[in-house]
């Protein structure tokens, strides 16, 4: 179990908030707000209980080195404009600069460090690194989630150091997530889609173990289809996985999980925004052509079983959906679920970057039961992986000073 914020006592503490403060970000400014709002119900309820916030995260990939536009300092003033309130900011994230910040705090105060990443040790966990970073806090709330697959300083070596707790951001994606594939209500059906299944092979091994449907779309399917010996024209796909993608349907048959295969493609002899396009049965793609989405007759074959349903994970476009018109299948499933989640006969939960972005296209990102904010570690959870980030908020702290 993992210890959450009705466990920790906050007030008049410093509080090292772990963030994941790596947003997307067009010409300097922030294009996506998402994960700061979502970060909002726990520096409120930290800020409201008295403790100085604290936030730590990282943004993109400096990789140990100073990076002038890896700043967190236009994401802090984001920060605050969702918050409605002023969010300080300190151009190191250890030392002096860092140390002089938190001293400078009230109870309520909320600052954001600079990036993690601008220092070599938070990526390799260095031991000296996370306790420089223990230094600025008296207890550790990790709502990271979508950081929690590294094993970094930020995310895991602090840790050690203190009092752990989830944050409210995490604790939601762990429950929903646990309720979508721990314990969740039978048949549950996964949708895995995207374009390699080289990516996602650790994924569909786990999925097929563990749920009763598993539907295969986007350009992965065509790896399947072409390893059924089916002929896949000019379609993206992995000559060299044929043997997996049988060795994933054998397992699947031995497992008693369904796997629903593309039975129509939406075909064209160029891919670019609204060429000439064709749809045909998986048997008849024609050579000089490449498949790009599933086809109506799949969406709709899929559909007509939502009823018997209870449980859905989505994972990945099922076409090439940020090019028009091959967004139809996805945008009409999205529909389909949406309305069945709503209508309050199916636990949904979507997740990965790709999907976020598809949902949001397909206009129902408020829908599902549960969308996760995470990419990399919503796929890792799912392959069944174990999250550092995760594991680290367990610990018996009892012992800790
Ligand atoms: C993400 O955006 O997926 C997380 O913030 C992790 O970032 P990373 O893939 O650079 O570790
Ligand atoms: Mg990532």
């Known amino acids: 179990m993992t210890n959450n914020l009705d ?22 400014a922030v294009s ?22 604290i936030v730590l995260s990282h ?51 909320v600052l954001v460090l600079e990036n993690t990443r601008f220092h070599a040790g938070e ?21 990271a989630f979508s950081a929690a697959h590294r094993a970094h300083a930020s995310t895991e070596g602090v840790a050690k150091h203190m009092p752990a707790f989830a944050g409210r951001l995490m604790q939601a994606e762990l429950h929903a997530l646990e309720k979508a594939l721990g ?13 390699k299944v080289s990516t996602k092979l650790d994924l569909l091994s786990n999925l097929v173990a563990k749920v009763d449907i598993l539907v295969i779309g986007g350009a992965m399917a065509n790896t399947f289809l072409a390893a059924q010996g089916y002929s896949v024209g000019k379609s993206l796909q992995e000559a060299n996985l044929h043997d997996t993608a049988r ?65 859905i994970i989505w994972n990945g476009p099922l076409g090439a959906f940020e090019t028009k018109p091959f967004d139809a299948s996805t945008n009409a499933l999205a529909d389909a679920i949406s309305a069945a989640t709503k209508a309050g006969k199916i636990i949904s939960v979507g997740g990965g970057g790709d999907t976020v972005s598809a949902l949001k296209l397909a206009g129902v990102q408020h829908d599902l039961t549960y969308l996760s904010s995470a990419g990399g570690a919503f796929l890792e959870w799912m392959e069944g992986k174990i999250l550092p980030g995760v594991v680290a908020l367990s610990q018996d702290f009892s012992n800790i000073g």
């Open 32 to 53: 996506d707000t998402t994960r700061l709002e979502r970060l909002v119900p726990t520096i409120k309820e930290l800020s409201d209980k008295g403790a100085k916030v």
């Open 123 to 143: 990526e390799t966990n260095d031991a000296g690194f996370s306790k420089e970073l223990a230094k600025l806090g008296d207890i550790y709330v990790n709502d």
């Open 247 to 311: 060795e994933i349907l054998k397992t699947a048959a031995v497992k008693g999980c369904e796997i629903i295969l593309p039975l129509d493609v939406v075909v064209s002899e160029t891919f670019a925004e609204h060429p000439p396009t064709q749809v045909v049965k998986i048997d008849a793609i024609p050579a000089n052509m490449m498949a790009l989405d599933v086809g109506p007759a799949t969406v709709a074959a899929f559909i007509q079983r939502l009823p018997e349903i209870k449980t």
């Open 59 to 109: 943004f993109d990939r400096p990789k140990g080195k100073v990076v002038d536009a890896m700043s967190l300092r236009p994401i802090a003033t984001a920060l605050g404009e969702v918050l409605g309130r002023h969010v300080a900011f300190a151009a190191d994230c250890i030392g002096p600069v860092a140390e002089a910040a938190v001293a400078k705090l009230h109870n309520g105060d």
């Open 183 to 195: 314990h969740p209500a039978r048949p549950v059906a996964a949708i895995v889609a995207g374009s």
């Open 7 to 28: 466990d920790a006592d906050v007030a008049g503490k410093r509080v090292l908030l772990r963030a994941d403060l790596n947003v997307p970000m067009q010409g300097g």
